[in-house]
């Protein structure tokens, strides 16, 4: 039996993104180990009930001390080198880097690794990067020239990232593929062409500056001056860590001047999403192709998004919704009045949306393609 291992980090990321390629490498016949550095029993057990056998190991995911990274790959390879596995594929940046690594050491036949976005640290920021997110970028562009070329395949999920990264870094990849995004479980997302009566948009992410939170804010507030009537619903948690984030006053502030709802955490995501009339996600953040994108696509709901790499690959302009410039509420707020004064293309623009996650992030045939490429 062919035996493929996974390395991912979180345990709930992998339930969350990679539960559906762990159920079709199980239903053909593989032998899968996840391995996961954050986790809990529970998650583990979920893991086994997809088919899979959990497996743990020691990785630091933001630190930089070089020592206990090189310990870390040293011990992963010893547990990858007792399975002897045909193929290891590793996803997320630290994994791709010190998982490849340990799978060479341990003499794999084959190695992939996949990068869904290039992250934080190639993402530019409006008022420019810190000395220590610039020491950090350097170190990782460092690793990737080490790690990379080792390689058999490296998997991106838009064509910007590889131009970007390896082409900008001049790193030697043996062979680059484009998956497109990762897909979702299409049943989990029922059509919905039920809209408010009031526009309604939307707003699903961390409340990071990266996100787009403040653009969206600020658009909101130039729409409402016309159109008081329209609502705006963020979801999403704060992060008290990352720099420019929105704060739990500002939140406050703007909730009680009826800016903004926010529920809160929901567990419910889907339905809120239903519950309104626009998706918008103004980031700026090096996606790969956003989720939360792909999920209000499949239920029907036209977007508003930015002109970014990853993000550009959820909008067909003028089609199922609108790209705009990063850093520019007074374009996003446009975007959101054309919405509410041509109501009709609310419903028009939805439906596309719909026809574009069914072709294009179904995870059935995302899983597919991906199992082509790993030649499985």
Known sequence: MTRIVLIGTA????????????????????????????????????????????????????????????????????KIKEINPDLVLSYFSKPVIFGSLAAKIAKVPKVIGMLEGLGYTFTIQRKGDDKKTQFIKKIQILLYKIALPQLDKLIFLNPDDPKDLLERHQIAVKQVEVLGGIGLNLSDYDYSNHYP??????????????????????????????????????????DKQARGALTKLELKQLVDNRIIEHPGHVDNVAQWIAKSSIFVLPSYYREGVPRSTQEAMAIGRAVITTNVPGCRETVVDGVNGFLVEKWNPQALADKMIYFIENPEQVALMGYESYKIAQEKFDADKVNKRLLTILEL
């Not at 079709?24 to 954050?38: G, K, M």
């Not at 088919?51 to 870390?72: M, Q, V």
């Open 11 to 78: 345990a709930a990321s992998t339930l969350q993104f990679r539960a559906d390629l762990i159920r079709a490498l199980c239903l053909n016949n593989y032998e899968v180990y996840v391995f996961s550095s954050e986790y809990t029993s529970e998650e583990l057990k979920h893991i086994e009930a997809l088919g899979a056998i959990p497996k743990t190991y020691l990785l630091n995911r933001s630190g930089i001390n070089p020592i206990a990274d090189f310990r870390s790959i040293y011990t992963l390879s010893k």
């Open 197 to 238: 009566e009031n526009s309604v948009f939307i707003f699903v992410a961390r409340l990071l500056a990266e996100k787009g939170i403040h653009d969206y804010i600020a658009a909101a507030k130039i729409v409402k001056d016309s159109y008081p009537n329209s609502k705006f619903i963020v979801l999403g948690a704060i």
